[in-house]
């Protein structure tokens, strides 16, 4: 049975170390066309620079299923030059501003280090400290002299992987760790359909790639590969959180829905069936805001059931989250399953 191992490890590490602000893939799209090149049938990049590989089964009467992996991460983005290495940015995605003073960053294709400066607790009055700075008064500093970097430079959060046993911190595990899962798809893909994959482009700023993806491949369904937020602390009282949307340890999170859809019921059952039928865990991830590129997918040509299959993580959207290697194991394994499994007969069942 094919599985996530170490070699899935070491890829994981790799992408997550690269950096992918929306807008500027290039890095992971590098690292996936080499991944993938000799496990398709047809490997294309699109005019935004979603790549599209689709590998054809063998069976007699295959669905066309797209499964999308967005590749780009939230980070920064350089909007202008102040003199004396320092620089003016903006978010790009969802970064909450009060996260960013005082962190370590990589700038640009070259990863040239640089500072969002905060200034020392020694200089700060005691009516200062009571306030968030604003963007505004935020800069990357470089340092002073001749800078490489230059406005519309991408930059991201200088973490470093690293595994720790069964526990995994990295920035953008959101979404590396759905890219490395729809790379294992594709090396494992199923005789009985066709594996239409779209790593996706700038699902952080609107499911942008999808979008166009999804026009492309004309699937007949399609399940998005991510990785959830998990809010899953104990509260401020130190009683149980009852209104986690998932937790770690559960394995994989099927989405019921989110903000921008409804998740097909058919699919939602295959999947949970098949999740009882091979005894693996699976949780259902609770309503939240958020959203994912089936929110794109299912809105495609006159419409594409669609669903999304994520594992959980903390601190999402922050310098350093955490993941544990169980629930990515779990979640490769299901949608493995659920794959093998898929028959035209589950979009023929009645819904609801
Ligand atoms: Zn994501």
């Known amino acids: 049975m094919p599985s996530i191992g170490n070699a899935q490890l070491k890829l994981l590490e790799k992408l997550c170390n690269a950096c992918a602000v929306s807008g500027d893939e290039g890095e992971v799209r590098g690292i996936v066309l080499e991944e993938i090149k ?12 979603n790549i599209l ?28 030059d102040d003199g004396e290495g320092l620089f003016r940015f903006e978010i790009v995605g969802g970064i909450d501003v009060r996260h960013l003073p005082g962190k370590a960053v990589l700038v640009g294709k070259e990863h040239l280090p640089g ?60 979404n590396r760790l759905g890219v490395v899962t729809l790379v294992e798809l594709i090396k494992n893909s199923p005789p009985n359909i066709d594996l239409l994959a779209a790593f996706t482009v700038q699902e952080e700023i609107g499911m ?5 993806a999804a026009y492309s491949f004309n699937p007949d369904l399609g399940i998005a590969v991510d990785a959830t937020p998990s809010y899953d602390l104990p509260d401020w009282e130190g009683e149980e959180n ?12 099927i989405y019921i829905g989110d903000r921008d859809i409804l998740s097909d019921p058919r699919l939602v059952r295959w999947m ?14 609770q309503p939240g805001s958020g959203g994912t590129d089936a929110g794109a997918i299912h809105r495609a040509r006159a419409g594409v059931p669609s669903l999304s ?9 922050t ?25 035209p007969a589950i979009l023929a069942s009645e819904s609801g």
Request: overall charge positive.
């Open 319 to 343: 310098a350093a989250s955490i993941a544990r290697l169980d629930d990515w194991k779990n979640t490769f394994a299901l949608l493995h399953a659920a794959l093998g499994r898929l028959t």
């Open 115 to 174: 500072v969002i400066g905060a200034r020392p607790i020694h200089l700060t009055t005691a009516e200062e400290l009571k306030h968030q700075i604003p963007l505004d008064d935020l800069r990357i500093d470089t340092g002073p002299g001749d800078s490489k970097v230059k406005p519309g430079d991408r930059a991201v959060f200088a973490t470093r992987f690293q595994r720790n046993g069964p526990v995994i911190i990295a920035k953008a595990l959101d």
């Open 242 to 253: 009852f209104s986690y949307n998932t937790k770690l340890g559960l394995g994989p999170a």
């Open 309 to 317: 299959v994520s594992v959980p993580h903390r601190y999402s959207h």
């Open 53 to 80: 590989a689709r590998r054809t089964g063998s069976g007699s009467k295959r669905l066309r299923v797209m499964l999308s992996a967005h590749m780009d991460e939230v980070g920064l983005m350089l909007v202008g």
């Open 38 to 49: 000799n496990h398709a049938d047809d490997i294309k990049v699109d005019a935004l620079g």
């Open 272 to 285: 949970s069936d098949t999740s009882k039928a091979i005894g693996i865990p699976c949780q259902f991830r």
């Open 208 to 212: 942008r790639g999808a979008k166009v």
